[in-house]
């Protein structure tokens, strides 16, 4: 059977014997919380049967969630009668269960008397109480006398017994006729009775000839009728796999660890004594253990693609039915999640991502006319972070509607029209998640009735998680849920700090430092503030014995945990440090909880109770609360990022002279070798073919000096169809290094003098020698760009590093562009007060002071610029980082040193905003 | 739907119930005091305790029991009696307060009492307030008298804050 299919089986069969529960428990008290589990409970039934292609669930289904609905909504009050139908859907519902069960697919037949009651009710025209009552249970016993008549026909005539089949009808006629009570112990009756008929089929079938399939068919239909009757048989299905309580497994690996406690006591006592006869059987007994040990853990952890497993298939189904072209893309699939975490959290993802393909992405029309690519595309990323388990859900649509939920907000009395003034948009976005709140204009089979996100919310809280909800109109929307590590496996450091051992979150921790008296690193202090000088930079340092009020043992603090906690990097000091070890957490007792430094406790491999410190509580305790907002999570990312690769790559090479030189390594577009006979003259100058073109060469210092034979190498520019090649002595090598200029040079040609790999080297501006190469350099902008007349687009270039500036101002410049280069934001925003006008804005990402994010958010905040199109300009350009600046309002993200794409883009925007304009 | 009733939730527990009552017996400075038996989970020996940093005086630190990690009260503090002496090993009761382990230090555990309600009296208005927040009421024993802890109220450190 289908896994899907067999899946959902066991699900709704779980789900069916609550609901059978939880609606007699609604008839006793009809309670709002009682109310919205049952329809919520529906409502995944409907939707799930809608996508496996199960019509006729679907119908019964979607007629009861109708009913629901009104009585959620209060239009329809919960009566008896009203409860036996919905009962009697729910009966129906498990009635196809079971032939989907043993046919993989649903009976032939039709609901329609039951949906079209179902669907009296829900426009409120209720029979009257008693005879009704009576009427709507007598429909499931007609049909399943129909059916024990239909099965004992088909068994009987092969035994050519009419009359059975005669009274069959007569008693059904009888019955209908009697009351409800009496009508369903009558199917019951009749179905023991027909229960046993097909033992005796076989004898009876060699004497008559019978088609080879009548015999299963009646097996097949008696025992659905004994399922229907009301003799529930164990569902083959739910056998196959056994769903064992959580609780159960918690207790087992209490009693594990217990084993593994004295198992290692056991070891402890052996240890001593070389020749015991115990050693053998003890060396067995650990064996097992661990492995015992290791099984159990298991059963607690899966991955979250488990949970995902059902989502590309739903998709699919979703994009079918809906005509829409989407993209779902799963990341992270192998993260471990606590399996309690994991249910709990299903079917609020599957919500999420289906709300995403259903309401957030466009119809490939749509997409098409905002100049989106046609396929929309979901992205699921999962991945552990700061201590936490984050999953985010987003998708590139149209994101939420704003002003439909404002209408709604006030329709359903949540807030008033002056309140929504005063809200900005990202806090009435959050209204979503109000129970009963569904923006969706018409209810279809998938979404739109406002179950769902307040579940979400629901189910996320209760584990302790938030859900965060981001939105930007045409660029779709992304949620984040963030999911404590209190339930998950993390790896931690263990450190010592006056004799108490603590763990800290490996995944916090940059490095480590060990601090010697003599060795260059030193704890020195500004005020007793202590510092370390780690790399040129100065890292704040704070004592954990200070910090948790520890103060026996004595002053040996030796190592210093790096840690990284958003933006802010910090060093905690300890004694020791011992190594990692993955640890299961657990959330601290309530009394202590109020302790911000401690985000929970575990139990270490020896058996002792250890405190996990957090490092959120103490950056925040060191005064650096304030820099951990909201955005801490992209933060996080961007400053490991700016930590590997505030590097760059460069080529060094020796030409004209001894000293060494240097250009980026992302600015040239491949390395040569030519063979100096190859090299012609044209106007005196020399040049090469090359790739069917031909292609200048220049040197550095103008002097061009060829090798008198052999291959000469050449680092070969490249824009569009013009290449031009650099004449060198020597490539020397390729590094990594942090490009810092420190002396700038007045001569054309050269940015200045940077340390790279510990030598002196000149940094080679690359945009000087393309001029050189082609006369038409200059003129092209005229043609290509379409600019108007003779007035050059003004870009106001904003970066911190001179390096950047002057690479980029000269090669912005050769690009028929007017560029104004300025160092920082708040120089940049000073232009904007005087009053200068640009038609666009390039920006860095990091820079001291205000960040380019911060920037954009300045500039479009308010003032002349708000329209301008930015483009922002990063040494790393993760998606994330594209994602995050797309938020805070760049039209735009382009790699440093991806010089053809930054020339495009602005090329391509400008275009973009004459067209528009 | 027979729910099947976990032996700490039986009804019929309350102080009121007119049977006996069962009662674990703890020694703090010569002062005996009750526990109902059925919240106690277990009667711990001295126990090696993780100190908790920043935390409130009266946590002690915390314990591994069998995989399930208890926070440690010492009673004596909870109390405002002085420091126990040094010699004193200390013996502690581990109670289940809303699904949270907590073990109680006190200077002994003595036996299980099965005490009338007739003997139960409640608090004289006399005895020091900190100690009528922590006692649910007094009972008359032939040589002395126990107070009965209230064991939520003396793990209820919110109100210390």
């Known amino acids: 059977m289908d896994d899907l299919l067999s899946e959902f089986l066991t699900e709704t069969s779980e789900s069916l014997s609550v609901l059978d529960v939880e609606l007699v428990k609604l008839e006793q008290n009809p309670e709002p919380s009682i109310l919205q589990n049952i329809f919520r409970l529906v409502h995944t039934i409907k939707g799930t049967c809608g996508f496996l292609g199960l019509p006729r669930l679907e119908h019964v289904a979607h007629a009861s969630e109708n009913v629901l609905g009104k009585f959620r909504d209060g239009e329809l009050e919960v009566t008896p009668t009203a409860v036996t139908l919905i009962l009697q859907a729910i009966d129906r519902i498990k009635l196809i269960l079971g032939h989907l069960e043993q046919n993989e697919c649903e009976p032939e037949g039709e609901d329609k008397d039951l949906i079209a009651k179902l669907n009296d009710m829900a426009e409120g025209k209720t029979p009257s109480v008693a005879a009704p009552a009576a009427e709507q249970s007598f429909p499931v016993a007609a049909d399943l006398l129909a059916e024990v008549e239909a099965a004992y026909a088909a068994g009987k005539k092969a035994a050519s017994d009419t009359d059975v089949l005669a009274e069959m009808a007569k008693e059904r006629a009888k019955e209908a006729a009697a009351a409800a009570k009496e009508a369903a112990a009558a199917a019951k009756e009749a179905a023991a009775a027909a229960a046993p008929e097909p033992e005796p089929e076989p004898e009876a079938a060699p004497s008559v000839p019978v088609p080879a399939a009548s015999p299963p068919a009646v097996t097949k239909q008696t025992e659905q009728l004994t399922n229907a009757a009301g003799e529930p048989k164990e569902s083959a299905v739910a056998a196959q796999t056994i769903r064992v309580n959580v609780e159960l497994l918690e207790n087992l690996m209490t009693l594990v660890s217990e084993l593994v406690l004295t198992r290692n006591q056991l070891l402890q006592m052996v240890r001593g004594r070389d020749d015991s006869e115990f050693t053998a059987p003890l060396q067995r007994l650990s064996h097992i253990t661990t492995d015992l040990q290791e099984g159990v853990m298991k059963t607690r952890m899966q991955p979250i693609g488990n949970a995902w497993a059902k989502l590309p298939r739903i998709v699919r189904d979703l994009s079918v039915e809906m005509n829409k072209k989407v993209d779902l893309q799963m990341l992270g699939a192998e993260t471990e999640l606590d399996r309690q975490v994991l249910e709990l959290i299903k079917d609020p993802l599957t919500h999420m991502v289906r709300n995403s393909a259903d309401h957030g992405l466009e119809g490939p029309e749509e997409r098409k006319r905002a100049g989106k690519p046609e396929i929309g595309k979901v992205v699921l990323n999962a991945y552990h972070e700061g201590g936490h388990i984050i999953i985010e859900i987003s998708d590139d649509g149209r994101g939420l509607n704003l002003d439909r939920i404002k209408q709604k907000a006030i329709s359903s009395g949540l807030a008033s029209e002056s309140e929504l003034e005063t809200m900005n948009p990202q806090h009435i976005y959050q209204f979503i998640f109000k129970a009963g709140f569904s923006t969706a204009e018409k209810v279809t089979s998938v979404s739109g009735r406002g179950v769902g996100m307040d579940v979400v919310r629901t189910n996320i809280e209760k584990i302790g998680g938030t859900v965060e909800l981001k939105s930007q109109p045409g660029k779709g929307s992304s949620f984040v849920i963030k999911i404590p590590l209190t339930l998950a496996i993390v790896s931690a450091l263990i450190v010592e700090c006056a004799g108490e051992r603590f763990a800290i979150p490996q995944i916090s921790v940059l490095e480590l430092v060990r601090v010697t008296n003599n060795s260059e690193h030193g704890i020195e202090n500004i005020n007793n503030a202590p510092v370390l000088r780690l790399r040129d930079r100065l890292l704040p340092l704070v004592s954990l014995k200070k910090l948790l009020r520890l103060n026996n043992g004595e002053d040996q603090e030796t190592f210093i945990v790096v840690t990284q906690v958003g933006t802010y990097t910090f060093g905690i000091i300890v004694d020791r440090v011992f190594d990692t070890e993955e640890i299961v957490v657990k959330p601290v007792a309530p009394i202590l909880r109020h302790i911000s430094m401690f985000s929970g406790n575990t139990i270490l491999g020896d058996g002792s109770v250890i405190m996990i410190l957090d490092p959120n509580g103490i950056a925040g305790a060191t005064g650096e609360s304030s820099m951990l907002g909201g955005g801490q999570s992209t933060e996080g990312q961007v400053v490991r990022d700016l930590h590997g690769d505030s590097k760059t790559s460069l080529l060094v090479f020796r030409a004209g002279s001894e000293d060494l030189k240097a250009v980026p390594l992302a600015l040239v577009a491949r390395l040569e070798e030519i063979d100096v006979k190859d090299v012609e003259y044209s106007h005196g100058k020399p040049m090469v073919q090359y790739r069917g073109h031909l292609m200048p060469l220049v040197s550095i210092d103008g002097a061009t000096d060829f090798r008198s034979e052999g291959r000469q190498p050449v680092l070969v520019f490249s824009d569009r169809d013009h290449t031009m090649g650099l004449v060198v002595e020597e490539i020397v090598d390729i590094v990594e290094d942090r490009l810092k200029v420190e002396l700038s040079a007045s001569n054309p040609g050269v940015i200045g003098t940077a340390v790279i790999a510990g030598k002196a080297t000149t940094i080679i501006d690359a945009g000087y020698y393309l001029p050189q190469a082609f006369g038409d350099w200059f003129g092209r902008a005229d043609k290509e760009y379409g600019t108007d007349e003779h007035a050059a687009p003004r870009i106001l270039l904003v970066d911190d590093s001179p390096f950047f500036r002057n690479l980029l101002t000269p090669l912005l410049s050769v690009a028929g562009y007017d560029v104004v280069a300025v160092e920082g934001p708040d120089r940049a925003l000073a232009l904007r007060e005087q009053g200068h006008d640009f038609d666009m804005i390039i920006s860095d990402i990091e820079m001291p002071g205000m960040s380019g994010f911060e920037f954009a958010q300045a500039v479009r905040a308010e003032g002349r610029w708000q329209t301008l199109p930015m483009v922002a300009l990063s040494s790393h350009a993760t998606e994330k980082d594209f994602e995050r600046g797309r938020q805070v309002g760049f039209n735009d993200y382009v790699a440093k040193f991806d010089r053809d794409s930054l020339l495009n883009t602005i090329a391509s925007t400008l275009a973009a905003l004459k067209g528009a304009a | ?161």
């Open chain 2, 1 to 161: 739907m027979n729910q099947i009733v976990p032996a700490g939730k039986r009804p019929g527990t309350e102080l009121a119930a007119p049977e006996t009552q069962d009662y674990v017996t703890m020694f703090i400075d010569g002062q005996m005091f009750g526990i109902q038996v059925l919240t106690v989970q277990d009667v711990l020996g001295p126990q090696k305790i993780t100190r908790i940093p920043l935390a409130p005086r009266e946590v002690a630190g915390s314990l591994n029991l069998r995989g399930r990690i208890v926070t440690a009260v010492d009673v004596r503090l909870r109390l405002g009696l002085r420091n126990a002496a040094e010699d004193n090993k200390g013996m502690s009761v581990v109670v289940d307060q809303n699904g949270e382990l907590y073990s109680l230090m006190v200077d002994q555990v003595g036996e299980v009492l099965s005490l009338p309600a007739a003997k139960f009296e409640r608090n004289p208005p006399t005895l020091d307030p900190m100690w009528r927040e922590f006692s649910a009421g007094i009972y008359r024993l032939e040589d002395k008298l126990m107070v009965v802890l209230d064991v939520g109220k003396l793990l209820d450190f919110k109100k210390d804050e």
